[in-house]
Structures are given as C-alpha cells and as structure tokens.
C-alpha cells in the first residue's frame, strides 16, 4: 500500500486558503517528499507527517511555488538533530543556492546530505522497496516529472505445503523469487503449488508543471494513480499553452491516453477560488479523476 | 503615530504554533517590515496588511529563521503586478542569494527593486516621514539593529492668530520650522505666538539577535518601544551567552538602562510552551514589558 498526502495544491502565489505545491508519498518505512513549496514544513507537522521519516526529496523545478520551503525544512531538520541521511533530488542550480544559504548562516548539516543533480531521463533513486525515476517535461524552465514504481514483492511461501514436500528452508528465498524446487528423487515441484504472487507493485506518477503534451502518456502508461496539473480551466487553453501549463480538459486527456487506474489534478490558478469546475470539467473526459486538497490522503493499492 | 505590528516572534524552528520573525511597522503612508521568516506572506495576508504598503524591508542577519519568506514575498509581488520601489537592506551576501533564485527560475521582478548592503552603522533610510538608521549588535554571524525615528514635525500654525498678526502666507513655511516674524514696523512677533508644536517624533528600536550588550543601552536611549530578544529564561543564562542569545532579565537590564518608555520581548526558544514566564521574569527587572505576541499591534504615540 502506498499512501499519497496533499500538502499543498496552489501554483505561483498562495490564495483562498491554498498552499504552494507539496506532496508526501508513503510506504510502510519511507517517506518521499514531491516538492516544497514556502511552508512546508508547517504543513508536514499539520498533517503528522514525520520530517525524521523522509529520506527523499524530489524538486521538479526552480519555479518558488515549488522549492521556496525546502532551505526551510533542511536546516530544520538539522536543528533537530536528524541523524538519517536525507537525499535531494533537484535540477543541477538548486545545489549552489542551498550551499550558499547554508554558509552565510555558517550552518553545518547535522546528518548526511546527498544532492543528486537531475540531468536525464531514467531511474534516480533505488531504495529498499521503491524506484524513483525521472523523466523531463515541457515546462518554462527545466522541469522533470517522477515516477514511483513499488520494487517487485517476494511471493510468499505457504509453509504447510513447502514442509509437506520437505522443501528445506535454505531454498525459501529462491521460492520467494519464483524457482521451482527439484528434489532429490528428481521430481518437480512447481513454484505455484507451495507460494503465492503478492500483489503486483503500485505505481504512482507526478507531471510536474508542463504544457500539453501527449507524449507523456508513454511515460506513465498504466500507473495506479497520476497526478497531473490543471492550471486552467479549459476556457483558458491558449494561456495555458503560452504559460507552458494546462488545462482541466488536457489533464483528462493525458489519463485517458496513458490508461492509469486513477487521476489526481492540482496547481491551480490562484485566480480561481472555486476548484468544483475543475473536477467537473476533468471528469468530462476522464470520470476517475479527484481534486489534489490540502490534506487528503488517497491510498494507492 | 506609529503601529507596530508582530507577524511571528519564534526561534529558529517553527513551534506551538508560533511563527518565526517578523515584524510590520506602520505610520499613515509607509509601512516598513522588519525580517521576513518563512510564511511571512501568509501572515501578511492574515492580518490585513497590504504588501503594495511595504516600501522598505529589512533583514537583521542571514539565520533562515529571519530571512527565509523574503524570496517568496519578493517574487509574489512581482506577480501580484506591483509598481512601487521596494527597497531591501540586509548584509551583502544577502542579494547574489536573491539574484541567483531569481535567475535560475528566470524571472525577472517587474517592479524597481533597490538592494542596499548593511557595511556599517548609521543612516540607511531617510524617507518622507522616517528616519532608519542600522546598529551592528553581537551574534554568531554578521547581525543588525535597526532604530526607526519620525522625522521632526513641523509646527502648526493657528491661522487666526498668524492672521491677526498680518503675518503673510509666504513666511508660512519659515513659521511651521520655528523662526519668528518680524512684521514692517520691526516687531518681532515670537514664534510660539502664532504656532504650536506637534507631538516630539516617535522611535522603535529593534535590537535582532544578540547577546547580551550593556552598548546598546547607549544607542536605543529614550525610545518610545524597545524590541530585545528574549530567547531564553533565566536560568539558561549560560546558555544564551553560549549562542550569542540573550535572557529575560538581561533584556529588562538593558531597557533599564536605556530608559526606554516600553519593551517588548520576543525570539523565544522552540523549547518553551508556555510564554507567561518570559512575562514574569522581565517585568521582574523591567514593569513595563510586554509580549511581543503574533498579531498584537503596538501603538506607539
């Protein structure tokens, strides 16, 4: 199970009540933290989010609706004593704006921290049950997308059946990994008839801020759940194009195209105070769709 | 008059709900923010104070807690479409951080933005109704006070009497500063004759972060309202001196000293819950003390 919780929804400058861009995504050990926008750290501690569970961070772009929170959250994790490492992943510029922050407060991470420039497409992050790539969109500036993607599980064993067929235990782990078992009168015994599959990895997907573009659906075909922007509503398709952004009705379109079970939308305009057009609109050509709030935590799996 | 308003009084990380500083100092026509932690915008927003009002901001020193929300602010009102000069004053190694967050999000602030480098003390504002003058006071890295003084006001002329006296319009302006008029047949008519003197200029100090410095009292003499930290109580007057902090009964000594009219305590350690007692230890030494509390305005006049 993967746990995706809304820390912020807004794009550029915060209104009606909205926060800047901020995502957290969950499994049982890790957090991994989707951008940062001003007040972030706030907003972990409103939704009893542990800062000492995040390992990963991934920055899209050096837009401030996007990063402005994260100088923020790092020091403050270091005046607390954090002793995990943390990883950063960000375009290549965020490195030397954060050591120069850090050296004109003549401040000292207090833990280990790894900066991982963003430079091509591809897997960025293996951690013990999760890869992270990433994958760069059309946007103003250099933007880049993540993909999570779950490691594939174990099968589980049942442990009658193997002991019925006097499978030793020191061949459980190649059981897990789907061997099948030759025992010594030379029979087979397969896989299937003494483990069973867990259930397949779950995916998720972040587009970023990007203009319209329906190559992306390669990129996160079938995922469990997507998050792509709806900056506008679809009144506003040319503003959206001039402005590298999009809109409710394209949002939809991306969903449709890449078959993924579930669409999230956010980053909206901070001209709108009412987000109910934007889920009625994206609904339109993609009914699966939920507004991205402040707060809400969708379960993936 | 002038109204000071507390837009976040915290330490280092943000706690209890308290926000970190940042302050708003107001007369009719200018308001002058003083620091700018993370979420000052927000705090801004909340208490209804107009970021086009801000022509002035100024930054103590580079500890994130007191600059964090600046780049934030400064790249929402470009976006809000402001006209006014904004003019920021900080240590130098404050603007190639500004310069840089706004180069790599290729932005470029649609509003005449006037950086001024903090070298050494004296005059660094002279506006149309103030006097700002910067202080370096003793912290762990390069840090500044500021003293904010109302221009001397110019006398009120009481019409009828200047009237009486067949004192001509064109002396007007050399009676509103004081001098005495002296009519055809040589009479002086003596300048509080025909004039009353406005209320004497207001002042506020604020002293930043610092250890505990006996000089101060010199600089801030006689102000209207004292701003002195207070990050620690008492007993952990070792450690305030340890982290170029200061206590409760060390900032009452220095208003005191000073003989300020009014002190106001603030930058209070994560570590603390409870505020009460940084109340109770200060006035022990200084009665008139306050809390500078989240939201509180201070008329001072």
Redesign the interface.
């Given at each position: 199970m993967l746990v995706l919780t809304i820390l912020g929804n807004n794009s550029?400058?915060?209104a009606f009540g909205r926060n800047p861009t901020s995502q957290v995504l969950q499994n049982q050990e890790e957090a991994f933290l989707i951008d940062c926008g001003?007040?972030t750290?706030?907003q972990l501690?409103r939704y009893k989010i542990k800062r000492s569970k995040i390992s990963h961070i991934f920055i899209s772009h050096?837009?401030?609706d996007h990063y402005?929170?994260l100088?923020?959250l790092i020091?403050?994790m270091s005046?607390?004593n954090r002793i995990q490492d943390l990883h950063l992943y960000g375009?290549p510029?965020?490195e030397?704006?954060i050591r120069?922050?850090l050296e004109?407060?003549?401040t000292t991470l207090c833990y280990p921290f790894h900066f991982h420039p963003l430079t091509k497409d591809g897997l960025i992050a293996d951690t013990k049950r999760m890869e992270v790539s990433c994958f760069k969109v059309k946007h103003?500036?250099d933007c880049w997308g993540f993909l999570f993607k779950e490691k594939k599980k174990p099968r589980s064993i049942d442990p009658e059946r193997a002991k019925a067929y006097e499978i030793p235990a020191s061949f459980y782990e190649q059981l897990q990994n789907g061997q099948d078992y030759i025992n010594k009168k030379g029979t087979i015994i397969p896989n299937d008839e003494v483990t069973i599959a867990n259930a397949p990895p779950l995916s998720y997907a972040y587009c970023a801020d990007t203009i319209y573009d329906p190559s992306l659906a390669e990129i996160v075909r079938g995922v469990d759940l997507l998050y792509h922007e709806t900056t506008y509503l679809k009144d506003l398709e040319q503003r959206a194009a001039d402005r590298y952004h999009c809109t409710t009705l394209q949002a939809g379109d991306i969903a449709l195209k890449a078959g993924v079970r579930k669409l999230i939308i956010g980053h909206f305009s901070s001209k709108y105070e009412q987000l109910d057009p934007f889920l009625e609109e994206t609904r339109s050509v993609f009914p699966h769709t939920e507004l991205a709030q402040e707060g809400v935590c969708f379960v993936i799996g």
């Open positions: 550029a400058i915060p001003e007040g750290q706030w501690a050096l837009h401030g402005f929170g100088i923020g020091t403050s005046m607390l375009p510029e965020l030397p704006i120069m922050q004109v407060s003549a103003r500036i």
